[in-house]
């Protein structure tokens, strides 16, 4: 199976725009996460969908939201760009949404540049 | 809330000595724990996890960890470095109650001396 794909690798934006993730999951998986990494913050929990529902949300502001699609496909948007958004932005999926303790497939991520 | 400490940002050891990267965690409930590498330009790989039952868990490429209860801790350890275990690498923990959010410590570097 493929793995956990995203687009872009890299992105370079300018204050104040806005700028959309994608991220598809393992075949047959239902559940994505999001994840911001930062030197200063480290890996920070943003959101999860299951069966295009947000089931979780991380301590984040309004700016960033996201969505999932029927083929379990996600979009993260990030509305507003400050300069602290430059991050890499990983996506997760996994197969057995609501057990915990199953693994979460990363994938390669997309690196946010914000200038 | 749940949270993760990693003891250590960054830790050298030569080839082939032994590896311990310490994490300690902090749970509320019976926590679900995992440890994940990264190598640079890369998304998280997942090394091993607990989750029920032998609290003695062996993962990919020669690690294991045990979860020891008493102690709060989940440390990983490999007899003998490689050089190729150069890398990131993340203590994690999860809830049990039904949802997905992995709970990040904040990380240890590891560096092999040839």
């Known amino acids: 199976k493929a793995g956990v794909t995203q687009t872009p690798r890299y992105l370079i934006k300018t204050r104040g725009q806005q700028v959309t993730l994608s991220c598809s999951p393992i075949?047959?998986?239902?559940?994505v996460s999001w994840y911001q990494q930062t030197p200063g913050q480290g890996l920070q929990f943003l959101f999860e969908y299951f069966s295009e529902t947000q089931r979780n949300k991380g301590n984040f502001p309004g700016r960033f939201s996201g969505r999932q699609f029927s083929n379990s496909r996600s979009e993260m948007n990030v509305s507003t760009l400050e300069l602290g958004d430059s991050a890499l932005y990983l996506c997760?999926?996994?197969?057995?949404?609501?057990?915990?303790?199953?693994?979460?497939?990363f994938g390669p991520g997309t690196r946010l540049t914000v200038l | 809330a749940q949270s993760v400490t990693q003891l250590g940002s960054h830790v050298s050891v030569s080839e082939g000595a032994l590896v311990l990267l310490r994490c300690n965690y902090s749970s509320s409930v019976p926590p679900y724990l995992f440890w994940y590498v990264q190598y640079p330009n890369q998304g998280l790989q997942l090394l091993l996890k607990y989750t029920t039952g032998a609290t003695l868990v062996k993962g990919i490429n020669g690690f294991e960890a045990e979860f020891k209860k008493s102690e709060t801790s989940f440390h990983l350890t490999k007899p003998s470095a490689h050089m190729s275990d150069a890398a990131e690498y993340f203590c994690a923990v999860s809830d049990n109650f039904g949802n997905e959010k992995l709970t990040f410590g904040t990380g240890t570097r590891l560096t092999i001396i040839p």
């Open positions: 075949s047959g998986h239902r559940s």
């Open positions: 997760a999926s996994t197969d057995r949404p609501g057990a915990g303790a199953d693994t979460q497939y």
